[in-house]
């Protein structure tokens, strides 16, 4: 038996992400900017959409959100085009993007317990569990030599990029329907449904994406285990 391969379908999309971001990452190369600025940067301004979470400006939180997560794009495509590429950078990289992912959580659980919607407290975090899950069946599979390089953030339906998009939709929706919490008759508002339904969809879709990188690292353990044989 062969060794399983990870599935081909994120490539592409990860391919083309990567040549429109490149004119912009050579720009950001010529104005001094470095990998690891660019992570500290996106992680302070992941962290800024964190407060206006907290403070329940849910358009703005977005927004913001949603820009600091771009910064994941950034850092590594300078790295790239200026030829810095390095085992710190990508642990800066890694440990900031999932710093920043946490306290965005972090600010809906506040900014929703703030408005008495504890429904969307609950979700948020159990979002962010799963969301942490997805990335430490990733590292941890790497780690042991299962998928080698970043073959495994080919597997899945929920990679990081395809959860920021979710939350950032929902946060966004939360502030154009209403906000977060009650109507004056008592009713949940419309905002607070989108971005429950935001939140639910991105604890569904990386459950089931932890679920496949176990399957998948089984599979391969299994042919590795075939092999010797």
Not at 117 to 124: I, N, R
Not at 142 to 159: C, D, I, N, R, T
Request: aromatic fraction near 6%.
């Amino acid at each position: 038996m062969t060794t399983p391969t990870p599935p081909t379908s994120a490539t592409p999309r990860r391919d083309s992400l990567r040549k429109l971001v490149e004119p912009l990452a050579k720009r950001m190369a010529a104005a001094g900017l470095t990998p690891n600025s660019l992570t500290l940067i996106g992680f302070g301004i992941a962290g800024l959409g964190a407060v206006m979470a907290a403070a329940q400006w849910w358009l703005l939180a977005g927004i913001v959100a949603t820009v600091g997560s771009a910064f994941d794009m950034f850092d590594g495509a300078v790295a790239r085009v200026t030829g810095t590429t390095s085992r710190l950078g990508a642990f800066m990289d890694s440990t900031f993007d999932r710093w920043g992912e946490a306290v965005v959580y972090l600010g809906i659980v506040i900014g929703c317990t703030r408005a008495g919607f504890e429904v969307g407290a609950w979700l948020a975090a159990a979002a962010m569990g799963s969301a942490f899950m997805v990335s430490y069946a990733r590292a941890r599979a790497e780690s042991l030599g299962f998928a080698p390089g970043k073959g495994m953030a080919a597997v899945g339906l929920a990679p990081r990029e395809i959860r920021v998009a979710i939350l950032g939709l929902g946060l966004v929706g939360a502030g154009l329907f209403g906000g977060v919490g009650h109507t004056s008759a008592g009713d949940t508002t419309t905002g607070s449904t989108i971005l429950a339904a935001a939140l639910g969809l991105i604890v569904i879709l990386a459950t089931i994406t932890v679920i496949q990188r176990i399957m998948f690292v089984v599979k391969q353990s299994d042919s590795e285990v075939d092999q010797r044989s």
